[in-house]
């Protein structure tokens, strides 16, 4: 596989689990992270935020001040003693967030002043649309997290420009509504995504860059009129920067869980990306070996199935039974359960 020396296909996707108290990463994390380790696996982190502006719900990890760099390097090291290739992904909420976890209780910002049309709970708080002179400021922070990912031992970053945050929103046009350089066209709403794609792979080399994207996706209230159009035209912008890979949700997973029958496909991108490429959502391994066997990805990234399932590769491998997932426990602050105690295979008797 082109760049990436990996011994197997399959890929722990990224989740957001909301065990890192206080915006910091704890050591129940390296437990979690470890057990899902094989020797060549590729594993990406949960979304990391870049800044303070960058938060959203509670108790997830952050990477922009000292103590969280510090925090994630036994996190790391114990993914590499195990022989895991270990990517950080890096997140900026924008409007997917409330005031009450923004410095000093502002609003978020994102592309747009547009809040919410459906918000029955008041979970957010209508954003600040961000000034044409502040989007540097902001392409900065996610250069400056990628070099402190790098400084806690992490192997490269995948940048979240997928599920309604701040690069999709600014991508797709439900959602930017802006008249500046970053508005409007195709090319002026893809312009702030590839300018962080720029300042990262300078920063830290395109070779340990991949973003994750999700053009079919109508998350929070994000969706494009033309995904198939905004998928191919990242696919080839990418191209220029010559970055490792790129991550797509299939077009199947039109919200966060369920799968829809649907005749799109990411083919197209996948011919035009020059790099690795990773498809996701709803696979299973039958379909993620057809995937691959039909050469319409390079590797599979497996979500709620990993998170059951700390031995996933070697179940695989053995056809073996899975672990049932436990939904309400996805985001609940418990370190152990739901976490760390989904029982790995017993192979005593194999
Ligand atoms: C608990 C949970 C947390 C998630 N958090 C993230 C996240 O932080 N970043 C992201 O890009 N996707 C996130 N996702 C989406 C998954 O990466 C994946 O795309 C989705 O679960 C569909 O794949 P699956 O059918 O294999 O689970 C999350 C999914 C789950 C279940």
Redesign the pocket.
């Known amino acids: 596989m082109k760049n990436f020396n990996l011994t197997h296909r399959i890929v722990m996707?990224?989740?957001?689990?909301m065990r890192s108290y206080g915006n910091v990463p704890q050591p129940h994390v390296a437990l979690y992270y470890s057990q899902r380790t094989t020797p060549g696996g590729l594993l990406i982190s949960?979304?990391t935020g870049v800044s303070e502006t960058a938060m959203a719900y509670q108790n997830m990890p952050g990477i922009w001040r000292k103590e969280q760099i510090q925090a994630w390097k036994p996190i790391v090291d114990a993914v590499h003693s195990h022989g895991g290739v270990f990517f950080c992904?890096l997140?900026h909420a924008g409007r997917v967030s409330h005031r009450d976890c923004q410095p000093n209780g502002e609003a978020p910002v994102s592309s747009t002043d547009k809040p919410f049309v459906e918000d029955p709970s008041n979970e957010f708080t209508p954003p600040r649309r961000l000034r044409t002179d502040e989007i540097p400021t902001i392409v900065n922070d996610f250069r400056l997290a990628a070099r402190n990912a790098i400084e806690a031992g992490f192997d490269g970053v995948e940048l979240?420009g997928?599920?309604g945050y701040l690069l999709d929103q600014f991508m797709k046009d439900s959602v930017n509504d802006r008249t500046d350089r970053y508005g409007g066209s195709l090319e002026n709403r893809c312009r702030f995504a590839l300018q962080v794609i720029e300042a990262v792979s300078n920063e830290i080399g395109p070779d340990r860059v991949g973003i994750?994207l999700s053009p079919f996706a109508n998350y929070m209230e994000s969706g494009d009129s033309d995904p198939k159009r905004l998928g191919l035209y990242m696919a080839n912008s990418l191209n220029r920067f010559e970055i490792l890979y790129c991550h797509m949700?299939e077009p199947r997973?039109k919200t966060?869980?369920e799968i829809f029958e649907c005749t799109e496909s990411l083919t197209p991108m996948r011919k035009a990306f020059n790099g690795a490429f990773i498809v996701?959502?709803?696979?299973t391994r039958e379909d993620g070996n057809k995937a691959v066997a039909e050469e319409r990805t390079d590797l599979v990234?497996?979500?709620?199935?990993f998170?059951a399932n700390p031995d996933l590769p070697r179940r695989f491998e053995l056809d073996a039974p899975l672990n049932k997932y436990d939904r309400p426990s996805?985001?609940s602050s418990d370190h152990v359960v739901g976490y760390t105690d989904y029982p790995f295979l017993d192979t005593t008797d194999q």
């Open positions: 996707a990224p989740m957001a689990r949960e979304a992904q997140w979240h997928a599920h994750r949700v997973m966060a869980s996701a959502g709803g696979y990234a497996y979500g709620r199935l998170l996805f985001y």
